[in-house]
């Protein structure tokens, strides 16, 4: 008996995806129009290229186009599923809301360095006070923080559960090495003046979300950093931790620049990048190497000076002794399964690498069903 190729089933699967098709047909050429013109416009506005010759750094290909397209639509749903929502949303109730308004508690403008831009709002509990204080990095952008103020209800939230809160405004226009020293100053200036607000300077933390954790990440290794360049250049003059000679001098350089560093006695790292080297791989994967906001911050070359996992290998690969007291006591990494921005591998590696050099207290959460998990749902 002959075997039966085509059974009802099968016939009308194929005729409704051909129905289907026929049937979006007139949509093709609007829809592609439409990817086109957002793909275009948005390079136009993000690519630093374009400002010589946009016409040259405009896509053609559909299939860049396609996944650049992609990849613009899943950044904005991170932006929508993160953080950011919920933090316009709070700072919108708070404004607007008279009844159910938390009392404000914050000492505001406060100099905390030379610099005209130094300045910080610092949130004091009004009572059960634990004494602890966190140092909030706001914002996802390397350069500067320009909406610090849209994290005032969050540090109000915590401030709500006995912590000091201090939400500095760092950056301006400048590198990923300004805002870190910017940031510099203002741990300094907390750990200095703790006891004057009835803090605990021992029991100073630093928070971030994306290039927040990052930076922070970046923090809390420039004491070990220092300690392995001056170790070593006692030994041999110009050693060299990083594989790459570009990498290191740009690490150096960056180390210089944080003098006296304060230990943390520990680090919140949410959603944050801790390998640049692999982002901009995967972001070219993407087709959104030049689009990205570690495009714009990160020469060419220096992206391993500026990426904590690989530091920290570096460091227990070329350390026989690294005391473990020049590291963060406890390391909390938070990350969403679904984070398109920054994968979840980048905290994975973190965790494992932190665990690996004797960080006493490494603890990792990730939401499965998120993409950028924020305080109000960890």
């Not at 416009?41 to 750094?57: C, E, G, L, M, S």
């Not at 899943?74 to 938390?102: E, Q």
């Not at 607000?197 to 994306?210: E, I, T």
């Not at 290794?221 to 070593?232: G, I, M, S």
Request: hydrophobic share 50%.
């Amino acid at each position: 008996m002959a075997r039966k190729l085509w059974s009802w089933r099968t016939c009308a699967w194929y005729v409704g995806v051909l129905g289907a098709a026929l049937a979006l047909l007139p949509f093709a050429v609007p829809i592609t129009v439409l990817g086109y013109a957002v793909v275009w416009i948005y390079t136009w506005t993000h690519d630093p290229r374009a400002r010589k010759n946009f016409v040259k750094v405009l896509p053609v290909d559909p299939r860049r186009v396609f996944r650049c397209g992609q990849a613009l639509w899943a950044g904005m749903l991170d932006g929508l599923g993160g953080p950011t929502a919920a933090l316009v949303w709070a700072f919108v109730a708070a404004k607007l809301s008279r009844s159910t308004r938390a009392q404000d508690t914050a000492v505001r403008d406060i100099q905390y360095g030379p610099l005209a831009k130094h300045r910080l709002d610092l949130f004091v509990p009004l009572s059960t006070a634990t004494g602890a204080v966190v140092v909030i990095f706001p914002g996802y952008r390397w350069s500067r923080t320009k909406r610090a103020r849209m994290y005032r209800p969050m540090a109000q939230t915590l401030c709500g559960d006995g912590l000091f809160v201090v939400l500095p405004r760092v950056g301006s226009q400048g590198s990923p090495a300004d805002a870190l020293e910017d940031f510099h100053v203002a741990v300094q200036w907390v750990v200095a003046n703790a006891a004057n607000f009835g803090a605990d300077a021992a029991r100073v933390h630093v928070m971030g979300c994306g290039a927040g954790a990052h930076l922070c990440a970046m923090y809390s290794l420039a004491a070990p950093l220092r300690t392995w360049y001056a170790q070593a250049d006692r030994m041999a003059r110009g050693a060299q931790l990083l594989a790459s000679a570009e990498a290191d001098a740009a690490l150096r350089r960056m180390v210089k620049r944080i003098r006296h560093p304060q230990r943390v006695a520990g680090l919140v790292l949410v959603s944050g990048v801790y390998d640049v080297v692999a982002q901009r791989r995967y972001e070219t994967d993407r087709c959104i190497e030049h689009l990205t906001a570690a495009a714009r911050a990160f020469a060419t070359g220096e992206e391993e000076a500026w990426s904590p996992a690989l530091a920290v290998r570096a460091l227990r690969r070329r350390s026989a002794v690294l005391p473990p007291e020049l590291f963060p006591r406890s390391v909390l990494l938070i990350h969403g399964r679904l984070d398109s921005t920054f994968e979840l591998a980048q905290s994975q590696r973190m965790f494992r690498e932190l665990c690996a050099v004797g960080v006493p207290d490494v603890q990792m959460k990730i939401y499965a069903n998120l993409r950028r998990p924020w305080l109000s749902r960890c």
